[in-house]
């Protein structure tokens, strides 16, 4: 809709959507420093994604429940308080472990971030406007992963604990949501029991259970192979320094940004599940072109490749979750599908990992392209789905 991007809550939005995905993108041109500097394996650096993301899989559900019950505003205040403080003082660690255990806890403040921000959104706006505010929202995503790798790589040539100083952000955020935001009150009147039961009763549906499966397969793949081993592969292939890491990677989502921007034309032409499916697919195709390039400066065209099928594929499938998600039951409906994300990046890094061990790059890059064709031909994006 004209003008709805000088909403003043849809801006406070951004905010949390930027701190949102700040954790991850921002730190993986670091990688390659990260495991000089702290004398880790490659096999082992994924495991400051997956102690970020593990928390949100147990406890995402839990905040979606409580933000439906008690109010969006008070989740989310402290999450992101938490969210800034325990990010900001990995910048002080040297111990691995310690750096470990400091992830973890800002995976805690962060569980809640990429779904109650969306909840919100399902609350101020309804229709076109919705499906444009999250389209906005999807954009300024991309946006903001596009443009951390870069600044992440830049400030890792200076130190590799820098790029951990941008959580400290949070903290202005989150008093800016408390003062600030307009939110809704929750107007859930039914009793504990009641609320479970009609949860679960949406749950149980086909549709809904496709949806958060599709949700899993797509961040499997992209935390697996694009944001945990396309930073290594450039520095072992082309020995390339963490600021151009940082502007390949962040070239997807440049592109992925400007294509979400366009969501709501997009969906007037193509349904969500159909939009996901086409994502799938270019995805896959950006991952086989990866290993085949024999110059970095190549690797530009899967990364737009990659970037293409971004822009389409994880907005697509959000504004078809939030379609199926009843008013009273948005929290929690929202936070089970940000766990089903968070289980996707959590096990990405873990099952490429393994991968890696036994075929290296060529069989991360062409494994993920695997299953990104198998999930678009399953249906798993859409093929079952209906508005």
């Given at each position: 809709?004209?003008?709805?991007?000088?909403n003043?809550?849809?801006?406070?939005?951004?905010?949390?959507?930027?701190?949102a995905?700040?954790?991850?993108?921002?730190?993986?041109?670091?990688?390659?420093?990260?495991?000089?500097?702290?004398?880790?394996?490659?096999?082992?650096?994924?495991?400051?994604?997956?102690?970020?993301?593990?928390?949100?899989?147990?406890?995402?559900?839990?905040?979606?429940?409580?933000?439906?019950?008690?109010?969006?505003?008070?989740?989310?205040?402290?999450?992101?308080?938490?969210?800034?403080?325990?990010?900001?003082?990995?910048?002080?660690?040297?111990?691995?472990?310690?750096?470990?255990?400091?992830?973890?806890?800002?995976?805690i403040?962060?569980?809640?971030?990429?779904?109650?921000?969306?909840?919100?959104?399902?609350?101020?706006?309804?229709?076109?406007?919705?499906?444009?505010?999250m389209?906005?929202?999807?954009?300024?995503?991309?946006?903001?992963?596009?443009?951390?790798?870069?600044?992440?790589?830049?400030?890792?040539?200076?130190?590799?604990?820098y790029?951990?100083?941008?959580?400290?952000v949070?903290?202005?955020?989150?008093?800016?949501?408390?003062?600030?935001?307009?939110?809704?009150?929750?107007?859930?009147?039914?009793?504990?029991?009641?609320?479970?039961?009609?949860?679960w009763?949406?749950?149980?549906?086909?549709?809904?259970?496709?949806?958060?499966?599709?949700?899993?397969?797509?961040?499997?793949?992209?935390?697996?192979?694009?944001?945990?081993?396309?930073?290594?592969?450039?520095?072992?292939?082309?020995?390339?320094?963490?600021?151009?890491?940082?502007?390949?990677?962040?070239?997807?989502?440049?592109?992925?940004?400007?294509?979400?921007s366009?969501?709501g034309?997009?969906?007037?032409?193509?349904?969500?599940?159909?939009?996901?499916?086409?994502?799938?697919?270019?995805?896959?195709?950006?991952?086989?072109?990866?290993?085949?390039?024999?110059?970095?400066e190549?690797?530009?065209?899967?990364?737009?490749?990659?970037?293409?099928?971004?822009?389409?594929?994880?907005?697509?499938?959000?504004?078809?979750?939030?379609?199926?998600?009843?008013?009273?039951?948005?929290?929690?409906?929202?936070?089970?599908?940000?766990?089903?994300?968070?289980?996707?990046?959590?096990?990405?890094?873990?099952?490429?990992?393994?991968?890696?061990?036994?075929?290296?790059?060529?069989?991360?890059?062409?494994?993920?392209?695997?299953?990104?064709?198998?999930?678009?031909?399953?249906?798993?994006?859409?093929?079952?789905?209906?508005?």
């Open positions: 809709m004209p003008g709805l991007y000088k003043r809550n849809l801006q406070i939005i951004f905010g949390v959507t930027m701190m995905v700040a954790a991850v993108s921002i730190i993986t041109p670091a990688f390659p420093k990260i495991v000089e500097e702290l004398v880790i394996s490659r096999t082992q650096v994924g495991l400051l994604i997956t102690t970020f993301t593990l928390p949100a899989v147990f406890l995402a559900p839990f905040t979606g429940l409580l933000a439906d019950r008690f109010g969006r505003k008070q989740i989310l205040v402290p999450s992101l308080l938490i969210f800034g403080l325990a990010g900001g003082a990995c910048a002080l660690i040297k111990n691995f472990n310690v750096l470990l255990v400091l992830r973890t806890l800002q995976g403040g962060g569980a809640s971030l990429g779904s109650i921000n969306l909840t919100i959104l399902g609350d101020l706006f309804s229709d076109n406007e919705r499906t444009e505010a389209g906005l929202n999807s954009s300024v995503l991309a946006m903001s992963i596009s443009l951390y790798p870069m600044l992440g790589g830049a400030l890792a040539m200076l130190s590799w604990s790029p951990f100083l941008i959580a400290l949070a903290i202005p955020i989150g008093f800016l949501v408390m003062f600030g935001l307009q939110s809704p009150a929750p107007r859930n009147k039914q009793s504990f029991r009641q609320y479970i039961g009609g949860a009763k949406h749950f149980r549906k086909f549709k809904v259970i496709v949806a958060f499966t599709a949700g899993v397969i797509i961040f499997i793949m992209l935390y697996g192979t694009y944001l945990t081993y396309l930073s290594l592969y450039l520095d072992a292939s082309f020995q390339a320094s963490p600021f151009i890491i940082g502007l390949i990677i962040s070239s997807r989502s440049f592109t992925a940004g400007i294509v979400a366009q969501l034309k997009l969906s007037r032409r193509f349904s969500p599940p159909t939009l996901t499916k086409i994502g799938l697919v270019l995805s896959g195709l950006g991952l086989v072109l990866f290993p085949i390039m024999p110059r970095l190549y690797t530009l065209i899967p990364a737009f490749i990659f970037g293409l099928g971004g822009g389409v594929m994880t907005p697509g499938l959000q504004v078809y979750v939030a379609s199926l998600a009843p008013n009273e039951y948005r929290g929690i409906f929202m936070s089970i599908n940000a766990t089903m994300f968070r289980l996707g990046q959590t096990l990405g890094p873990l099952i490429f990992g393994v991968i890696y061990s036994f075929a290296e790059f060529d069989g991360v890059f062409f494994f993920g392209a695997g299953l990104a064709f198998v999930a678009a031909a399953a249906g798993f994006a859409g093929a079952r789905m209906v508005r």
